[in-house]
């Protein structure tokens, strides 16, 4: 009966270790089994059988990896793949894979042969060049992002009631990603006209070789402060990324910019060609804060002597699963402004938010 009991057991684990594909084995030699799901900004999360949340597991303390899983694979030197990964050594994986940029001419002949080449092959790389993974069998949901932050205050003196939101939407595929934003903040007291601000945008970029890509960008803003009942712009550009890596990103975008305004009082609207340049930068290895910022400069053609500057930080905080608290700062300067307006306008925000 023992014995009946023992082999029941075993072939129970057994079971259970083959039905889940992939394991890891850490630098302090514990092994975890599961089902990796994504590994971004430095850490990996893994489902496992055993836990009723996901495991999230710092990349650098990985030792070697071993999946069945086919997933979309970028590199610190910006090379894309879908393929699987395994590892060869410590500290040394294996791609078995094709590689998106030789499809962009999607059939490639090879030289004096009949023959077609769509890139496959197989890579090794050391594991800290693997900057992201994401499992492809999972769909179109394993490729969305979301967020929500909200906040709220409400002060006696004056009545002061204040409401913010600030939201984001993402979708990452292999060749491109979009991305959209909207956030809003409405301000009223007694005896004080409501302080309303609103901004928004969408963007689109398409991935080249060697961490470059295409873009496009429409941005929506209205604040009080500027008088701006709607600014929209259409940007179309090129960007870069000087450091990709499990700790940075940083890079820039330089391009053309068509503005146009609409104004509260009875200024006549504006229309301008603008060029525009920037940079962007997103710190996430310094324990549970992420720090984003990013400033773009609009040097006008149309208006001689017009220039205008966009600047956003967010310092994030995880305190709990997928929740956070969020400080965030943006500012418009605008050295030409309309008559009756400022140059410069500014919020600073506090809310707490979740993630998907």
């Given amino acids: 009966m023992k014995n009946l009991i023992a082999l029941i057991f075993a072939f129970g684990i057994t079971f259970s270790i083959h039905a889940q594909t992939d394991s890891l084995i850490l630098k302090n030699k514990d092994v975890i089994i599961g089902e990796i799901k994504s590994m971004d900004r430095g850490v990996l999360t893994i489902e496992t059988d055993y836990s009723d949340s996901d495991f999230k597991i710092s990349w650098d303390g990985i030792a070697q990896l071993y999946s069945n899983t086919k997933y979309l694979i970028t590199l610190s030197n910006g090379k894309r793949y879908n393929g699987k990964v395994n ?172 503005n146009n305004e609409r104004y509260f009082d009875d200024t006549p609207s504006r229309r301008t060609g603008e060029g525009f340049i920037g940079a962007e930068l997103n710190m996430y290895d310094i324990g549970d804060l992420t720090l984003y910022s990013q400033v773009v400069a609009y040097p006008s053609f149309s208006e001689s002597g017009r220039f205008r500057t966009d600047f956003k930080m967010d310092v994030k905080y995880e305190f709990f699963s997928d929740f956070y608290v969020k400080l965030g700062t943006t500012m418009n300067y605008d050295n030409r402004p309309i008559e009756g307006a400022t140059t410069l306008d500014y919020i600073f925000q506090t809310t707490v938010g979740w993630e998907l």
């Fill in 87 to 258: 590892s060869v050594g410590d500290g040394v994986i294996s791609i078995d894979t094709y590689d998106p940029d030789n499809l962009l001419p999607l059939r490639k002949k090879r030289r004096n042969t009949g023959t077609e080449d769509i890139g496959g092959g197989t890579i090794q790389v050391d594991i800290d060049q693997i900057v992201y993974l994401n499992a492809l069998d999972e769909g179109f949901w394993s490729r969305l992002s979301a967020n929500i932050d909200l906040g709220w205050s409400l002060t006696k003196a004056n009545n002061l009631r204040q409401f913010n939101i600030r939201s984001g939407l993402g979708y990452l595929a292999d060749r491109w990603k979009a991305n959209a934003t909207y956030n809003s903040l409405r301000s009223a007291q007694d005896e004080i006209d409501p302080v309303k601000r609103t901004d928004a945008d969408f963007s689109y970029n398409y991935f080249l070789p060697k961490d470059w890509y295409l873009l496009y960008n429409i941005t929506f803003l209205s604040n009080t402060e500027q008088l701006i009942k709607l600014r929209t712009g259409n940007k179309i550009g090129i960007g870069k990324y000087l450091v990709h890596n499990n700790q940075t990103y940083f890079g820039f975008q330089a391009g053309v910019n068509y």
